[in-house]
T-cell receptor, first 114, second 114 residues
Framework: DSGVTQTPKHLITATGQRVTLRCSPR?????VYWYQQSLDQGLQFLIQ???????AKGNILERFSAQQFPDLHSELNLSSLELGDSALYFC?????????????FGQGTRLTVV | GENVEQHPSTLSVQEGDSAVIKCTYSDSASNYFPWYKQELGKGPQLIIDIRSNVGEKKDQRIAVTLNKTAKHFSLHITETQPEDSAVYFCAASRAADSWGKLQFGAGTQVVVTP
């Protein structure tokens, strides 16, 4: 158990809908990352937050947004869902925000868009 | 940006044999190289990492080597066991003056047959 908690584990929704994925980082970790894992794209970095502030953006679509709350949990919001958004979404956390910091992953949320 | 290539994509080994996975990276500023193991239905688990000031690191049956000049690093698993069967990912991130997002390789499916 990495200590990173993601909910829900599975999510099935229809195209055009909006969903929210939730992540609680390891105790003491201030940085949260979101990654998308699909069969054809592998693990892709989406966005990083550190202590409530956005720090880095990767290949995140405009339909997607995230935030980190004062209690350090984070939410990833996916809207106007398309079939191609079906993937595993992972949250990871680390103590620091900078490169070279060990990052620990949650179990992921499997999103299926039908 | 950083590009990480990983080979092979699949690797079948007999129990007790060694397994080697190789990765190359493109960004000379990368200096942190973690390896993750992902079992079916689970999130990536950090198994070992290496920083650019070190050429080799060992942890029991697992070792990682880094060649900064050639920009490649490798994972070595000795005396493989069936529980080593999983997908292994290499990753790279930049120095401490950059944010901690990881660029992942495409993954290697390792199958250890008894």
């Amino acid at each position: 158990d990495s200590g990173v908690t993601q909910t829900p584990k599975h999510l099935i929704t229809a195209t055009g809908q909006r969903v929210t994925l939730r992540c609680s980082p390891r105790s003491g970790d201030l940085s949260v990352y979101w990654y998308q894992q699909s069969l054809d794209q592998g693990l892709q970095f989406l966005i990083q937050y550190y202590n409530g502030e956005e720090r880095a953006k990767g290949n995140i679509l405009e339909r997607f947004s995230a935030q980190q709350f004062p209690d350090l949990h984070s939410e990833l919001n996916l809207s106007s869902l398309e079939l191609g958004d079906s993937a595993l979404y992972f949250c990871a956390s680390s103590v620091e925000a900078f490169g070279g910091t060990e990052a620990f992953f949650g179990q992921g949320t499997r999103l299926t868009v039908v | 940006g950083e590009n990480v290539e990983q080979h092979p994509s699949t690797l079948s080994v007999q129990e007790g044999d060694s397994a080697v996975i190789k990765c190359t990276y493109s960004d000379s500023a990368s200096n942190y190289f973690p390896w993750y193991k992902q079992e079916l239905g689970k999130g990536p688990q950090l198994i070992i990492d290496i920083r650019s000031n070190v050429g080799e690191k060992k942890d029991q049956r697992i070792a990682v080597t880094l060649n900064k000049t050639a920009k490649h690093f490798s994972l070595h698993i000795t005396e493989t066991q069936p529980e080593d069967s999983a997908v292994y990912f290499c990753a790279a991130s930049r120095a401490a003056d950059s944010w901690g997002k990881l660029q992942f390789g495409a993954g290697t499916q390792v199958v250890v047959t008894p």
